[in-house]
T-cell receptor
Framework: ELKVEQNPLFLSMQEGKNYTIYCNYSTTSDRLYWYRQDPGKSLESLFVLLSNGAVKQEGRLMASLDTKARLSTLHITAAVHDLSATYFCAVDIRYSGGGADGLTFGKGTHLIIQP | GAVVSQHPSRVICKSGTSVKIECRSLDFQATTMFWYRQFPKQSLMLMATSNEGSKATYEQGVEKDKFLINHASLTLSTLTVTSAHPEDSSFYIC??????????FGPGTRLLVL
């Protein structure tokens, strides 16, 4: 069974600081997603990482994927209050073999950025 | 980007009634759609994989007779919660996969069973 572990699960930080959220998964997969969720809302897609070594950046967020280490990171640079949300990583099971399908999500990182 | 809609966005029903939720891919065809459930302050859990023209594949622990899934066309999947009970109250989110394998999520349906 695929396990996806995110840490930290809760993060309170000040504006202007940098931080990294980690996502470890237990089996091979070449496709990983990062999503943002605001309270009461559905998921907003941030990044799709498709191969080992993939790095994508959008504004103050940067995501990377190391399939050999089974690790993805989401790095926040010079955080601003608007980035406060819950962030999920999700591994695409279809790319891990075995015939299963769908996404397995981490537990999410609840991020609060204080002025 | 691709758009997925869900209807209704919110529903309140009495215990014992059935509720149907629709998921549509608006600008692309999706041979595969997925249904997820999210309880408050928890992550999303995959309930079932819906394939157009065939039976859905349910995850372990999800009752297929309680959560009926129909994927009658390449742009529509429906989830019917039969004989709903308060413990079925949750946020139900569908996703649709495009030809390139990317999943796009709908806005979700909040179900409250009284």
């Amino acid at each position: 069974e695929l396990k996806v572990e995110q840490n930290p699960l809760f993060l309170s930080m000040q504006e202007g600081k940098n931080y990294t959220i980690y996502c470890n998964y237990s089996t091979t997969s070449d496709r990983l997603y990062w999503y943002r969720q605001d309270p009461g809302k559905s998921l907003e897609s941030l990044f799709v990482l498709l191969s080992n070594g993939a790095v994508k950046q959008e504004g103050r967020l940067m995501a990377s994927l190391d399939t050999k280490a089974r690790l993805s990171t989401l790095h926040i640079t010079a955080a601003v209050h608007d980035l406060s949300a819950t962030y999920f990583c999700a591994v695409d099971i279809r790319y891990s073999g075995g015939g299963a399908d769908g996404l397995t999500f981490g537990k999410g990182t609840h991020l609060i950025i204080q002025p | 980007g691709a758009v997925v809609s869900q209807h209704p966005s919110r529903v309140i029903c009495k215990s014992g009634t059935s509720v149907k939720i629709e998921c549509r891919s608006l600008d692309f065809q999706a041979t595969t759609m997925f249904w997820y459930r999210q309880f408050p302050k928890q992550s999303l859990m995959l309930m079932a994989t819906s394939n157009e023209g065939s039976k859905a594949t349910y995850e372990q622990g999800v009752e297929k007779d309680k959560f009926l899934i129909n994927h009658a066309s390449l742009t529509l999947s429906t989830l019917t919660v039969t004989s709903a009970h308060p413990e079925d109250s949750s946020f139900y989110i569908c996703s649709a996969r495009d030809l390139w394998g990317t999943q796009y999520f709908g806005p979700g349906t909040r179900l409250l069973v009284l």
